[in-house]
């Protein structure tokens, strides 16, 4: 999958990483993080998309609030550019608030979604707060998606390269999930191929790639067979 990915940007694909090597952080200053234009894109990205959708986050937040017991906004440590720690937000999608060591992915029918929540998870509707998330500072438009910190500690512990994703702000979409590598992680090569991809994207990155990104991501973000 990423030597397909590394070849729709002219890149050569990395070699495999060895599954049994030791995680080395490498947070090397990284151009898509020093980018003012990137910057100002995330900017006006982020605050014309919160005018436009505001009467529909306040539609979802009264759906959630309405149908189950809980808070409106899912909130949980993520880990971000160059290691630092901040909160994301999200739309609660579960009857569960998970923040802390043992942490499971979200599955296929997974019992713990609510019905209003499997609705926002199909259509990516839950990431809609994550514009807040960009306009602080957190969170760019596009960049590698941002994991719990659960899950960060179990895979850099497992994928070399796995921290070279902190060289950059995690995103809202990014090359992983324009080429299909979001969603379950059935399997170590499930996120070692969205490690490559984040990484690809960030030795790779240009203002153009973002936008090439984001308009990838309005394709096919209400058809994505892996949104559940």
């Known amino acids: 999958m ?27 200053w990284s151009p898509a993080c020093e980018s003012a234009a990137k910057r100002a894109l995330d900017i006006l990205g982020a605050a014309i998309a919160i005018l ?33 720690i901040f909160t994301i937000y999200k739309f609660r999608t579960m009857t569960v608030v998970e923040d802390g060591a043992d942490l499971r992915h979200a599955t296929r029918n997974d019992a713990r979604v609510t019905a ?6 199909r259509l990516s509707l839950d990431e809609l707060p994550q514009f807040f998330n960009v306009l602080q500072g ?27 994703r902190f060289r950059a702000k995690p995103g809202l979409t990014g090359l992983a999930q324009v080429n299909g590598l979001r969603g379950e992680i059935q399997d170590l090569r499930c996120m070692m ?8 994207y960030i030795e790779s990155w240009s203002l153009g790639l973002d936008v090439a990104i984001l308009a990838r991501t309005g394709m096919i973000i209400f058809r994505d067979p892996q949104a559940y």
């Open 2 to 28: 990423t030597d397909v990915i590394a070849r729709s940007l002219g890149a050569q694909p990395a070699d495999e990483p060895e599954r049994d090597a030791s995680p080395a952080p490498t947070l090397d």
């Open 52 to 84: 436009v959708f505001l009467p529909l986050l306040v539609c979802l937040a009264l759906a959630v609030r309405f149908e189950s017991s809980g808070p409106v906004i899912f909130r949980q440590r993520r880990t971000g550019y160059r290691g630092r």
């Open 116 to 121: 209003v929540g499997a609705l926002l998870r």
């Open 138 to 164: 957190d969170m760019s438009l596009v960049g590698p998606r941002p994991h719990a910190l659960a899950h960060d500690q179990r895979y850099g512990e497992v994928i070399p390269n796995y921290t070279d």
């Open 193 to 200: 191929d969205r490690v490559a991809a984040d990484n690809l």
